[in-house]
């Protein structure tokens, strides 16, 4: 990783209110110097997307060189970035602070910016991407929500193929009920399940319980709280809103910046109180950590969350580095295929997951450790599902090889998108869902928090 780079990889403060960060000509001069150089490398030709197109392009054009390419011909190639980050985390050599200052997801998402503010993203896109305020009205009619977005449901996913642009076969996210809603139940159940002689500690945590964790995922809220609990980490768990991460990928920024400071200014209050933040999501995890801190630098809050904030296996591990864990993991000998989801990657701290999991007794993991594709809200949505599938392919190739008991994944969206993968590449074959890791790592500790519908 960065083999050629002249020190430790870093990323440029995102000028997004600057006139000139978006001024057109400033941006086509950019991408052509992004883009020479990778034309000139193509390290990244089996990443995703973007890449071959951009080569393919390029090499079609009359000189065979970038010169010689219409600018409005990159459209293609920004439309295909999911901003998975694997480009600038695992392959790009030239990223700064290396002279060619390669940064091709935050290149991607300049283009985006600009195109929100020409008003590009639709009404649609928009919506679909509010996440929270979503996730609050459909898990008061979680039946009907479940029922109208199933794949099943062919009138159902045609009107959202009209209206919201969706394609017919990507699964969707499922809603529980407003009364299992993360926050409303931990509040609800002030003990976490099974709870056994816990170890002591002294470490307090703050879960934040994201939009997936709070609305369609609590299990993994519930599994970590437990397992936390079984340490003797006292929790609470609190949603005060998306991270924004869906907005960053239309480029809406002054939206991202928004939701920076409303959560921080409460997570920091926590801060203050001595507790640990663990984010339940790793996108949201990655965006308290290194984008908001890029998009609104000057906030003390930010700032301030940025170096409290942990991903759950990272905070696991680090538990069981710095005290021990407590007794009691059974052993987990059946194979389990781990995915390690792209923006846990790009935390930059190691697959955690797997550390984590390796702590159980026999546990038996293999790690695939490319890209699901899926790109959040990207995937579904209708020109970009066949290519979210086509990019994972050996994904989910690897996952029927290995014929595991258990797909996991940290990612909700990837996890499920594999488990899509698996089963349109060979029906029927292998697990019918996915799990985060640390729900495996709480049933090795005798905790079932159960599963969302
Ligand atoms: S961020 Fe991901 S999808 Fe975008 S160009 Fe890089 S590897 Fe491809
Ligand atoms: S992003 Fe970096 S590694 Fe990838 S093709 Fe471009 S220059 Fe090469």
């Known amino acids: ?121 639709t009404f649609a896109q928009r919506q679909i991407r509010k996440t929270d305020r979503n996730g609050a009205l459909a898990t008061h009619l979680s039946a009907l929500a479940n029922w109208g977005t199933s794949v099943a449901n062919k009138l159902g996913r045609a009107v959202l193929a009209a209206f919201a642009n969706i394609h017919p076969r990507a699964w969707l996210p499922r809603y529980v009920r407003a009364r299992d809603v ?44 437990a397992v936390l609990a079984r340490n003797g980490v006292e929790t609470v768990v609190v949603h005060p809103g998306c991270c924004g991460m869906p907005q960053l990928e239309i480029g809406d920024l002054a939206a991202v910046a928004a939701s920076a400071k409303k959560v921080s200014a409460e ?31 000057k906030d003390a809050n930010v700032a301030r969350l940025a170096k409290a904030t942990h991903d759950v296996a990272e905070y696991i591990v680090e538990i069981a580095k710095a005290e021990g864990l407590a007794e009691g993991l059974a052993p987990m000998p059946e194979p389990v295929a781990l995915h390690i989801s792209c923006h846990s990657r790009a935390q930059n701290m190691g697959a955690k997951a797997a550390d984590m999991l390796r702590l159980i007794p026999e546990a038996n993991i293999s790690v695939v450790d490319r890209c699901s594709g899926h790109g ?47 089963q349109e590449l060979e029906p029927g074959a292998g697990p019918k869902t996915a799990v985060h890791p640390i729900l495996l790592f709480a049933r090795a500790y005798g905790i079932d928090v159960g599963a969302s519908p």
């Open 1 to 121: 990783m960065h083999l050629e780079g002249t020190g430790a990889p870093t990323r440029h403060v995102i000028a997004w209110d600057d006139p000139s960060y978006t001024d057109s000509a400033a941006l086509d001069a950019e991408l052509r110097r992004q883009f020479d150089v990778c034309h000139g490398c193509r390290r990244c030709f089996n990443l995703c997307d973007s890449f071959p197109r951009l080569f393919d392009l390029i090499d079609a054009s009359q000189s065979g060189e970038l010169d010689t390419v219409d600018s409005k011909d990159f459209q293609p190639v920004i439309d295909a970035c999911t901003l998975c980050d694997m480009c600038f985390m695992t392959k790009c050599p030239y990223v700064p602070p290396h002279a060619f200052n390669i940064d091709f997801p935050h290149l991607m998402l300049r283009y985006r910016v600009m195109e929100n503010r020409h008003g590009r993203p």
């Open 182 to 225: 993360l926050v409303t139940r931990a509040a609800r159940e002030s003990e976490p399940v099974n709870l056994l002689a816990p170890a002591a500690n002294k470490r307090k945590v703050v879960l934040y319980a994201t939009c997936a964790g709070n609305f369609n995922k609590p299990e993994v809220g519930l599994a970590t709280r």
């Open 267 to 297: 997570l920091v209050a926590w801060v203050d109180k001595d507790y640990d933040v663990v984010a339940l999501t790793p996108s949201c995890a990655l965006m308290l950590k290194f984008e908001w801190p890029l998009i609104v630098p």
């Open 376 to 422: 959040g809200a990207w995937g579904a949505e209708k020109p970009n599902f066949e290519v979210a599938l086509k990019v994972s392919k050996p994904v989910f190739r690897r996952v029927l090889d290995l014929k595991p008991a258990h797909i996991a994944s940290e990612c909700p969206l990837a996890g499920d998108h594999i488990v899509q993968g698996v």
